[in-house]
T-cell receptor, first 113, second 115 residues
Framework: KNQVEQSPQSLIILEGKNCTLQ??????????LRWYKQDTGRGPVSLTI?????NTKSNGRYTATLDADTKQSSLHITASQLSDSASYIC????????????FGRGTSLIVHP | EPEVTQTPSHQVTQMGQEVILRCVPI?????FYWYRQILGQKVEFLVS????????KSEIFDDQFSVERPDGSNFTLKIRSTKLEDSAMYFC?????????????FGQGTRLTVV
């Protein structure tokens, strides 16, 4: 069964600090991996999309890495801001007939001033 | 900036009633999706739709659910006889191409409460 596990479940950091969120997946065969930011009560917003051949992708202060061999991804946030407080969701989409994505439970990030 | 819009933002309905959730995808997008998120749980895929047909559906999308594109702009999700466990946030999304190769844009969601 396809699974996406994220850690930590929640994280509290001070404004200006960096942090790294983790995602492990068992989806195979694998098409792409996305990181989304979801503010409370809102729809997810895409941060990065990586195919199996990519190992890093940046979007401003967000940098995602992917190791397709170990089936691990990370999202690094640099110089955190209060507005980074949100849930960060890892989503993996398979290939080979079905494109139904599997969502992780998300990491809840709180940035304190 | 183009966006996916969903109405209503919050819907309260009695168990057993039919509800229709409405979505207006981004105008040049061809692929449409519905997802749900039960409070405190992860987002779950329900269905994808292209060229007036369902492309894929999950196990959640049983006979109680249906989707329709009644005109050139709207995309609807109907739940025929709501159950308490249908209470969730329902997100519509759209993409220009098939989602694995392109970004899907989500709406702000409709919070459905079944009482």
């Amino acid at each position: 069964k396809n699974q996406v596990e994220q850690s930590p479940q929640s994280l509290i950091i001070l404004e200006g600090k960096n942090c790294t969120l983790q995602c492990n997946y068992t989806v195979s065969p694998f098409s792409n991996l996305r990181w989304y930011k979801q503010d409370t009560g809102r729809g997810p917003v895409s941060l990065t999309i990586m195919t199996f051949s990519e190992n890093t992708k940046s979007n401003g202060r967000y940098t995602a890495t992917l190791d397709a061999d170990t089936k691990q991804s990370s999202l690094h946030i640099t110089a955190s801001q209060l507005s980074d407080s949100a849930s960060y969701i890892c989503v993996v989409t398979p290939t080979g007939g079905s494109y139904i994505p599997t969502f992780g439970r998300g990491t809840s990030l709180i940035v304190h001033p | 900036e183009p966006e996916v819009t969903q109405t209503p933002s919050h819907q309260v309905t009695q168990m057993g009633q039919e509800v229709i959730l409405r979505c207006v995808p981004i105008s040049n997008h061809l692929y449409f999706y519905w997802y749900r998120q039960i409070l405190g749980q992860k987002v779950e895929f329900l269905v994808s739709f292209y060229n007036n047909e369902i492309s894929e559906k999950s196990e959640i999308f049983d006979d109680q659910f249906s989707v329709e594109r009644p005109d050139g702009s709207n995309f609807t999700l109907k739940i025929r006889s709501t159950k308490l466990e249908d209470s969730a946030m329902y997100f519509c999304a759209s993409s220009e191409f098939l989602a694995p190769d392109t970004e899907a844009f989500f709406g702000q969601g409709t919070r459905l409460t079944v009482v």
